[in-house]
């Protein structure tokens, strides 16, 4: 079975500080990590998958098998990052479905 | 292009009555998700069309929820009948094709169960 974890709920952080979301998975096999954003009143959105290895909004994430882990990255948070972020995973062959983790509140003051 | 489409946007009814929550995917996508998503939680998936037929229903609760999707567009998820347990937003989404790194949501309906 395959699972995500977010381990914290809720991240505050001040405006320009560094910016770390936590996700850890579990899955024996080759998997594919996403980052899904859902902002205030908007509809949940995709941020970036850790195929494409791009940076999205000043956001970036790597996937290590090692540690099977993709943390979200962010060097300098900004008010207009405050958003639910959850994770997801999905078995990279095959269709198959999307395991989302209970997600993060990130909140960025001024 | 217009984006994926859910009504009612809330829904309150008593325990044992029946719901039924609609989705219009945008035009063009093969694949429909139905998802659950209980407060505090991410969202589960219900059950996966592939055009009109199902492709995993394995988390469905079949004793109960059903869904639809006749003609390959559209589709109606329902309860019947409801527990308290199931209230939760209930999230449609689509994507171009069965294997597909993008899903676009729905605005979800919530549903309160009293």
């Known amino acids: 079975a395959q699972r995500v974890t977010q381990p914290e709920k809720l991240l505050s952080v001040f405006k320009g500080a560094p910016v770390e979301l936590k996700c850890n998975y579990s899955y024996s096999g080759s998997p594919e990590l996403f980052w899904y954003v859902q902002y205030s009143r908007q509809r949940l959105q995709l941020l970036l998958r850790h195929i494409s290895r791009e940076s999205i909004k000043g956001f970036t994430a790597d996937l290590n098998k090692g540690e099977t882990s993709f943390h979200l990255k962010k060097p300098f948070a900004q008010e207009e990052d405050s958003a639910m972020y959850y994770c997801?995973?999905?078995?990279?062959?095959?269709?198959?479905?999307?395991?989302f983790g209970k997600g993060t509140m990130l909140l960025v003051s001024p | 292009e217009a984006g994926v489409a859910q009504s009612p946007r809330y829904k309150i009814i008593e325990k044992r009555q029946s719901v039924a929550f609609w989705c219009n995917p945008i035009s063009g996508h093969a694949t429909l998700y139905w998802y659950q998503q209980i407060l505090g939680q991410g969202p589960k998936l219900l059950i996966q069309f592939q055009n009109n037929g199902v492709v995993d229903d394995s988390q469905l609760p079949k004793d109960r929820f059903s869904a639809e999707r006749l003609k390959g567009v559209d589709s109606t998820l329902k309860i019947q009948p409801a527990k308290l347990e199931d209230s939760a937003v209930y999230l449609c989404?689509?994507?171009?094709?069965?294997?597909?790194?993008?899903?676009?949501f729905g605005p979800g309906t919530r549903l309160t169960v009293t």
């Open positions: 997801a995973l999905r078995r990279a062959s095959g269709y198959s479905t999307l395991t």
């Open positions: 989404a689509s994507s171009t094709r069965q294997v597909s790194y993008e899903q676009y």
